[in-house]
């Protein structure tokens, strides 16, 4: 059998099944619309015979209030509008389900039948039409029956459910052919999914029988790559559509584990050069005093506070250093509590009052703002802005400290008239290590790390920073938080 013959026979195949269910389907939505019409055909039936009843209820307990009707009662058959009223002593017919009858608006005592006219030349249809509802009402020692003819009211009836019948049956045929062809619509994918599966098979033949030379290419180019070549990018020629989305999509992630790489080549090579600058302090100290300083106090002196400062310097960068460490492995993990964020920026300008004289720090206080985050990260935050806006101002400048809140939002402002920031340097401020000017940390003392660690924490609460700085006129540092602080 050719492949055209098997193509054909596939899709042959495929259409009969999606016939039979788009078939069996059908039926199935028609078999339950049909019993739904049933269903309503029979209850408004039920309620147009049981209000015909009703009021001819009605209507007889009106008449017997007449007494004209009354005074002409006897055992002989009389006629008052459509209705015949006779005594009797027993009833006729089949008589309704009790259940029925106390519905009806007539006393207790009374009770009703329903009865086929006489006459065997009569069919079927035509006796159902010509029933007669009777009641029997209590009078003296017997009964007065009351009957009618249904004919008119059956009639009626009847024409209502031709009508009814005829209307269903319309939209029955609408319906079926409406549904037939959204159900062929819905079960379209199934023939566009077996065409898909083929066609994929096709493509993997194709696929398997591309020229070998193509893959060993890129493996080969793969092979070679190492930590030093990770910019070395594999390359296609082929039109093989598959093979270059997937030599793309290697090199795009060469690009991001090179971005990577380097970026761990510079940390490890800022930090080894922040670390070997004070430690080569140390040392050069330690050996001054061995060789001279024992006896020459001011030489002691100056050799002890350089140590203790180069070591404190050192045991900061430590400790921020670890810091990142934790926070790269995620094992650090936030401590969240309520608390006043207003009392808090308070006690950190309060702090930096204490410790330096020479700046004139501003902050208003405001009304107590709560916020869910971790008060000590927070804190921590704010001082590293703090002891930055001190280090890069001016002495006798203001340092000013802001706080509003938006909504669900909090705005905590750092700002300074100190040196400020080149254009070129504010993306890059909060990256480890980063410098815009060499002589900056020399001056000050910084590690480098503490930008990193304030945008490490307030990112981990979910916050972001916003920058605004100009060269000789200072910088503005804005962190936006939410009150219930979502953390990543």
Do not use: C
């Amino acid at each position: 059998m050719s492949k055209k013959s098997k193509k054909n026979n596939g899709l042959k195949s495929v259409n009969q099944t999606r016939s039979s269910i788009v078939i069996k389907l059908n039926l199935s939505m028609m078999g339950l619309l049909i019993s739904a019409m049933i269903t309503i055909n029979i209850i408004i039936s039920l309620i147009f015979f049981g209000y015909a009843l009703y009021q001819n209820d009605s209507t007889i307990e009106k008449l017997i209030e007449q007494t004209e009707v009354t005074q002409s009662l006897s055992t002989v058959r009389s006629t008052y509008l459509d209705y015949s009223f006779v005594l009797a002593n027993e009833s006729e017919g089949w008589r309704l389900p009790e259940f029925i009858q106390r519905w009806l608006p007539l006393s207790d005592q009374s009770y009703r039948s329903l009865r086929y006219l006489d006459g065997t030349d009569l069919s079927l249809v035509e006796r159902i039409l010509n029933i007669e509802y009777q009641v029997y009402v209590p009078y003296e020692n017997g009964y007065i029956q009351v009957s009618r003819d249904l004919f008119k009211t059956l009639q009626t009836l009847s024409g209502l459910m031709l009508f009814l019948f005829g209307f269903e049956l319309l939209l029955i045929v609408s319906r079926f052919s409406q549904n037939h062809i959204r159900i062929a619509e819905a079960l379209k994918p199934l023939t566009q999914l077996t065409e898909s599966a083929k066609s994929l098979q096709k493509d993997m033949s194709n696929l398997g029988s591309s020229k070998k030379t193509d893959i060993e290419s890129m493996a080969g180019a793969i092979s070679k790559i190492d930590a030093k070549k990770l910019d070395q990018k594999t390359f296609i020629k082929n039109d093989q559509e598959e093979l270059r989305e997937l030599a793309d999509a290697i090199n795009d992630l060469l690009v991001r584990i090179n971005e990577s790489y380097q970026a761990q080549v510079r940390f490890v090579s800022d930090a080894s050069h922040e670390l070997r600058t004070p430690i080569a302090v140390i040392q050069g100290y330690a050996n001054m005093l061995d060789r001279w300083g024992k006896d020459d106090e001011k030489t002691l002196n100056e050799s002890i506070t350089a140590i203790k400062s180069e070591s404190d310097h050192m045991k900061t960068l430590i400790e921020h250093l670890l810091f990142l460490a934790r926070g790269d492995s995620d094992t650090i993990r936030l401590q969240l509590e309520n608390f006043n964020i207003s009392e808090l920026m308070a006690e950190v300008v309060k702090e930096a009052r204490l410790i330096d004289d020479g700046h004139f720090y501003e902050f208003s206080q405001s009304d107590p703002i709560w916020i869910i985050a971790d008060k000590q990260l927070i804190k921590q935050v704010l001082r590293i802005l703090v002891d930055n806006a001190m280090k890069y101002s001016p002495q006798n400048e203001k340092i000013a400290l802001k706080l509003s809140k938006e909504g669900n939002q909090v705005n905590i402002v750092v700002q300074d008239n100190g040196i400020g920031i080149k254009p070129q340097d504010v993306p890059h401020i909060f990256e480890r290590f980063y410098r815009s000017d060499e002589s900056r940390d020399k001056k000050t003392g910084g590690s480098g790390l503490g930008l990193s660690i304030a945008k490490w924490i307030i990112e981990k609460h979910g916050g972001h920073f916003e920058v605004l700085s100009r060269v000789g006129i200072g910088t503005r540092i804005t962190i936006t938080l939410k009150t219930d602080a979502t953390t990543k």
